[in-house]
């Protein structure tokens, strides 16, 4: 029996098959999960259309609009979902946004209007929706949000993003003491690096793959389906006593303090200014 029989939820965060919510989806699918999904919506139709060509192999048994920063667009999508399935038990949100400009400068010149929208969109997004897929939810279901080392650490070009994860990390910590009683856990998954749509908005990409792959412990990065099967632990029975944790899945890269095997593999070699340590 799979790990997702008789179990139904939403997916937030299909936008292509590179999308992480794309790998959580596939996993939960082939355990005998059945799911709904939101999109973005535009009156072309082409975010529909985009979505279908990942999640129409699926069986998917709902496909909705719901831009998360509009509460009647949240609303009307969990309506949705409760016509179609009543009670849910598991929720996946894996949507961040934030103004190119604003992650792209230094944080330190981050405007005012740019912070708004990226906690808006990165962080509140997830209360918002929770608290919808709460009020539908079986007691024992399971939430899921998506974050990133940015957020613990200073991880330079990730910028404004890393506060927004911060305070998406946090508000998994608080959510998870308010839902505790009900038995709903509520946990977010720290992805490495991995080139999908949202990753492009952030300047040097590249060189964080090149990173992760060179100083993580396992020498490489992560794959949606890896990041696809820990978030489908993290929402089923199998992790019944975990909630509140932000759970790495990044090759190990967030327990090294220093370059490790990357000295000898970029030919590092540690300089100190002279004097420095008289
Ligand atoms: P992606 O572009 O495939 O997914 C981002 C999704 O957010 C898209 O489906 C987009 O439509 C949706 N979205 C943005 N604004 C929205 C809004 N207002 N309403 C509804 N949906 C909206 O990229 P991804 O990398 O799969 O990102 C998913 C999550 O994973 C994000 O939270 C991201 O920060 C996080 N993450 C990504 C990485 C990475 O390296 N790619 C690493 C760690 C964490």
Redesign the pocket.
């Known amino acids: 029996m799979g790990l997702f029989e008789n179990k139904v939820g939403v997916i937030?965060?299909?936008?292509?098959d590179?999308?992480?919510?794309?790998?959580i989806a596939k996993f939960i699918h082939q355990e005998g999960g059945k799911i709904a999904y939101?999109?973005?919506?535009d009156e072309s139709g082409r975010?529909e259309k985009r979505?279908r060509r990942v999640v129409d192999d699926l069986d998917p048994k709902l496909v909705a609009p719901?831009?998360?920063?509009?509460d009647s667009?949240i609303a009307s999508f969990f309506l949705k979902v409760e016509e179609v399935f009543g009670k849910i038990d598991f929720f996946v949100?894996?949507?961040?946004?934030a103004p190119k400009e604003d992650i792209r400068c230094s944080t330190v010149d981050v405007s005012r209007e740019g912070f708004r929208v990226a906690l808006d969109?990165?962080c509140y997004?997830f209360i918002a929706t929770a608290r919808a897929a709460a009020k539908i939810m079986n007691d024992n279901g399971a939430i899921l949000?998506?974050?990133?080392?940015g957020g613990e650490k200073v991880c330079a070009g990730y910028n404004l993003?890393g506060v927004?994860?911060a305070a998406?990390e946090c508000s998994v910590r608080y959510l998870a003491y308010d839902l505790g009683p009900r038995g709903i856990r509520v946990n977010s998954?720290?992805?490495?690096?991995?080139?999908?749509?949202?990753?492009?908005a952030?300047g040097d990409?590249s060189q964080?793959?090149g990173l992760n792959a060179g100083i993580a412990p396992m020498g490489r990065t992560v794959t949606?389906e890896e990041?696809g099967r820990t978030s489908g632990f993290l929402l089923s029975d199998y992790s019944s006593g975990t909630t509140g944790e932000n759970v790495h899945v990044d090759c190990g890269y967030n327990i090294m303090g220093n370059l490790g095997r990357a000295f000898e593999r970029w030919n590092v070699e540690p300089t100190v200014t002279k004097g420095a340590l008289d």
């Open positions: 937030m965060g299909v936008a292509n590179r999308s992480i919510a794309s790998g939101s999109h973005l919506p975010m979505i719901c831009d998360v920063n509009k667009d949100h894996s949507v961040a946004f969109s990165s997004s949000t998506m974050s990133y080392f993003m927004a994860k998406l998954v720290s992805a490495g690096p991995i080139k999908t749509l949202a990753a492009s952030v990409f964080m793959l949606i990041v």
